[in-house]
């Protein structure tokens, strides 16, 4: 599951997707210099476009 974070609602939907066994990938943007990490993978910055996202 893909979420794109940066928001207390998406730190909340990660933890309770991760409780259920779900793989999470946070998605942020990286304009934050220290954010609140979200529960499961983490990725920091963009997709590289339309075909990053895809890939």
């Known amino acids: ?3 794109l974070g ?3 609602e998406a730190r909340s939907l990660a ?3 991760v409780a259920d ?3 999470v990938t ?3 943007a990286g304009r934050v210099a220290r954010p609140r990490m979200p529960e499961g993978e ?3 910055g963009g ?3 339309p ?3 895809a890939a």
């Open 6 to 8: 940066g928001t207390s």
């Open 42 to 44: 983490v990725r920091v």
């Open 47 to 49: 997709f590289g476009g």
């Open 15 to 17: 933890a309770a997707l």
């Open 1 to 3: 599951m893909l979420i």
């Open 26 to 28: 946070s998605s942020l």
């Open 21 to 23: 066994g779900v793989p």
């Open 51 to 53: 075909d990053g996202l």
